[in-house]
């Protein structure tokens, strides 16, 4: 609680108090009774109950007000300043790490106690302390009998907190409304600035470069982007992995299988771009019904495909890249509850939220299909159908919600069997696909 109002009450009080021939401790006592009153009158004005609602919103400024924006970007501006001013550098990071070499009590299994944890705060510099608390020592105890926490595992999380601050500062840079959230254009934005600074990336071709930006954000996107509302917030892209995977590709050094496996790499990017490709037969930049029927292994049923192109946004009744690459994401990610979500809204034909013995016999209808095709014999639904209700073990158990799919942990599989032939087909022979000798 700040006590300058009450200091400048009190002296303008004392001014107007004759204080001529009065002893010292009359004047003390004095002072303390002006101050007392003084504290007594401003305590009752804090609590004293608020005129109407506060104000806790404040909106945008437009286009249309230069001043307030001038103004809010010149406080924008002066804001990064000071978090900026606040983080660490390498110099920071080098002389705190010799503080922790220099001051451990068991240099040879490289522990600290929490003495000399407060040592190393004492002797670090100012903007260095805050990361140095009680309680990131109590959060690094690894179970050690007498509470020693190893001096790497100190000076590991103190790089971390550092790059989430740089991290986060960065990316708010490019918040163009300042309220904590980035939108699709914000994060192509930024992509677009850090592309130079990714060797990995560097044998891109320009015209390859918006394609590739496209790619990346529709990992944020459609993982983070839950509600759909075209904005990701920003700690929700710091806590999760994604940026990692991204700025992996400094690695002038990664292998070629860790490329292979990471979404944002190139050769990653050029294959999904490229399967776009290899679809569009007619080369139009979009793919058709006919056409994406070729995805994978060519066996995704009709009655799915249906469902795909009634619920995802097309043009004219084509897909376009950015919505392919929402369907692949999906598909190849079917355990995860953001892909669920995607392929439960697909499934739910009558929209209800839930899916039932007819909404499940409609798309099985489509894997009977192609095991005719196939010159299979077709598997009676009714004998699908228990096994279906028996993987999920709904809370209704004549009705399957989202809910109940991501919570009995083989949402995947009960989707490939409804969605693919090859899925269904992996599922019904998979005691013969396990008794199978392995292959080198």
Not at 85 to 98: A, F, G, R, S, W
Not at 101 to 120: C, G, H, R, W
Not at 344 to 353: A, M
Request: glycine content about 4%; overall charge negative.
């Amino acid at each position: 609680m700040s006590v300058a109002p009450q200091l400048a009450l009190l002296r303008k009080r004392l001014e107007e108090i004759k204080v001529a021939g009065k002893s010292k401790e009359e004047l003390q006592a004095i002072e303390d009774s002006k101050f007392q009153q003084c504290l007594k009158e401003w305590t009752a004005k804090r609590q004293a109950p608020p005129k109407g609602i506060p104000r806790f919103f404040e909106r945008i400024p437009k286009e249309t007000e230069p001043l307030r924006m001038k103004l809010r970007d010149a406080a924008r501006t002066n804001l990064f300043k000071r978090k900026s001013l606040q983080l660490l550098d390498n110099d920071d990071l080098k002389e705190l790490y010799v503080l922790l070499d220099q001051n451990q009590s068991f240099p040879e299994e490289q522990l600290m106690t929490y003495a000399d944890f407060q040592k190393v705060q004492s002797l670090a510099r100012e903007k260095v302390k805050p990361y140095l608390t009680a309680h990131t020592f109590a959060k690094l105890q690894q179970g050690d009998p007498q509470g020693r926490i190893p001096i790497m595992s100190i000076f590991n999380y103190v790089m971390h907190k550092v790059w989430l601050d740089q991290t986060r500062v960065g990316l708010s840079l490019f918040d163009a409304t300042g309220q904590g959230y980035l939108t699709s254009t914000d994060l192509e934005n930024y992509i677009i600035e850090l592309l130079p600074n990714l060797p990995q990336l560097k044998g891109l071709e320009e015209s390859f470069h918006s394609f590739y930006v496209c790619t990346a954000v529709s990992k944020f996107l459609f993982f983070l982007d839950v509600a759909r509302a075209g904005r990701i917030r920003i700690l929700d892209i710091l806590a999760c992995s994604f940026l990692d995977e991204l700025l992996e590709l400094r690695d002038e050094d990664l292998s070629k299988e860790t490329q292979e496996q990471n979404w944002f790499s190139a050769p990653s990017a050029l294959k999904v771009y490229g399967h776009y490709l290899n679809l569009d037969r007619d080369h139009n930049g979009m793919l058709s019904k006919t056409e994406l029927a070729s995805y994978g292994s060519g066996t995704l049923t009709k009655p799915f495909l249906d469902r795909v192109f009634e619920t995802c946004l097309t043009y004219a009744g084509e897909m376009d890249y950015k919505t392919y690459l929402d369907l692949v994401l999906a598909l190849e990610n079917r355990a995860e509850p953001q892909a669920l979500a995607f392929l439960f809204k697909i499934l739910d034909i009558k929209e209800e939220r839930y899916l039932d013995a007819f909404t499940l016999n409609y798309f099985f209808r489509g894997i009977q299909e192609q095991m005719k095709a196939h010159g299979s014999e077709a598997v009676s639904f009714e004998d699908v159908k228990d096994e279906l209700f028996d993987m999920v073990r709904p809370a209704d158990p004549e009705k399957i919600t989202l809910a109940d799919l991501v919570a009995c942990g083989q949402g995947d599989t009960f989707v490939s069997i409804l969605i693919e032939f090859h899925g269904f087909w992996t599922y019904e022979n998979r005691e013969a696909m396990s008794s199978e000798p392995s292959q080198d």
